[in-house]
């Protein structure tokens, strides 16, 4: 079946710009995380929705940072009065609770530049 | 609070050697570990994961150990291609959230 889908896959925007990046996971995955890799950094986790759970923020950076989803389903990243240092490739991924494994499948990010 | 430490962040090799990558975590208290594969400019691709329990997993040329109690993790890859040529990247996942925690990354490049 289809992956982790993210859209859109570049990003080009002002400093102060508001942007929102969408992720659909994979069909009947209940768990969505959001990432982001920043050039020469590792993976830094951002937030995590787990079905009707309340979403474990503990990684958004700042409070410019938010993200909502919809039901199981679709997944969208805002960021507010965007700054240089939110430049980075912002990964989804998604992964399901059937089965003791909870392997996280990724899509193939959103690079976000701002100028 | 949890780390995880890959070593080497870049290694060479000539194709058709057998290499390891290792990875190291700080606080024992994992509920599975993943290693990926990310390509230039590309999304990460799931390569094997061992639960907590598990102390190897195989895939094809591709062989993971753990070793929990002593935080760490190898991942074996058997007659190395120039299409392995990638980043490694290790992710530990704890006990109380769905969070993966990743390393740096291991840097790879098969010469032919």
């Known amino acids: 079946g289809a992956g982790v889908s993210q859209s859109p896959s570049n990003k080009v925007t002002e400093k102060g710009k508001d942007v929102e990046l969408r992720c659909d996971p994979i069909?009947?995955?209940?768990?969505l995380y959001w990432y982001r890799q920043r050039l020469g950094q590792g993976l830094e986790f951002l937030i995590y929705?787990?079905?009707?759970?309340?979403?474990?923020k503990s990684g958004l950076p700042s409070d410019r940072f938010s993200a909502e989803r919809t039901g199981e389903s679709v997944s969208t990243l805002t960021i507010q009065r965007t700054q240089q240092e939110d430049s980075a490739v912002y990964l989804c991924?998604?992964?399901?609770?059937?089965?003791?494994?909870?392997?996280?499948?990724f899509g193939p990010g959103t690079r976000l530049t701002v100028t | 609070k949890q780390e995880v430490t890959q070593i080497p962040a870049a290694l060479s090799v000539p194709e058709g050697e057998n290499l390891v990558l290792n990875c190291s975590f700080t606080?024992?208290?994992?509920?599975?570990l993943q290693w990926f594969r990310q390509d230039p400019g590309k999304g990460l691709t799931s390569l094997l994961l061992i639960q907590s329990s598990q102390r190897e997993q195989t895939s094809g040329r591709l062989n993971a150990s753990l070793d929990k109690s002593s935080g760490r993790s190898t991942l074996y890859i058997a007659a190395s291609q120039p299409g392995d040529s990638a980043t490694y990247l290790c992710?530990?996942?704890?006990?109380?959230?769905?969070?993966?925690?990743f390393g740096q990354g291991t840097e790879l490049s098969v010469k032919p």
């Open positions: 069909s009947g995955h209940t768990a």
């Open positions: 992710a530990v996942r704890g006990n109380q959230g769905g969070k993966l925690i």
């Open positions: 606080d024992s208290a994992i509920y599975n």
């Open positions: 929705f787990q079905g009707n759970s309340a979403p474990d």
């Open positions: 991924a998604s992964s399901s609770r059937q089965g003791p494994s909870y392997e996280q499948y």
